[in-house]
């Protein structure tokens, strides 16, 4: 059996900074019958605000939900959103954090009074 060598190199920010985000993107999917019916999309990035290495906060950041209309109301949103939580905490992340628009009435509810953000 070949073993593959590992090359140790310095950051070079042109080419590995899309590579690192793409490490610390998570997507989930769901699916009914071979339909897809859900999917959340969520990335981790440190918070960087004029403070120390050892002092910046991890942010788990929801990027996306979405649910199909014909299968909405059935924990599918709630579902995809603890399996991203779960991914944060794996992930030793701080803080969790999502956008909704203010009258977007159902990612509200679902975030605010279900899921307690």
Same mark, same amino acid.
């Given at each position: ?10 950051? /070079? ?20 019958? /071979? ?39 059935? @924990? ?20 969790? @954090? ?20």
């Amino acid at each position: 059996m070949a073993t593959e060598e590992i090359t140790l190199r310095s950051y /070079n920010k042109r080419i590995d900074r899309s590579r690192i985000e793409k490490l610390e993107q998570k997507c989930e999917v769901a699916e009914l019958n /071979n339909e897809l019916v859900g999917v959340i999309q969520g990335t981790i990035k440190k918070a960087t605000i004029n403070c120390p290495e050892e002092s910046q906060a991890r942010v788990g950041y929801i990027l996306g939900l979405r649910v199909s209309p014909l299968h909405r109301r059935k @924990y599918i949103g709630s579902t995809l959103v603890r399996t991203l939580e779960q991914w944060f905490i794996a992930n030793d992340v701080d803080f969790a @954090y999502m956008a909704t628009g203010k009258d977007n009435e159902a990612s509200v509810k679902l975030f605010t009074d279900k899921l307690g953000f």
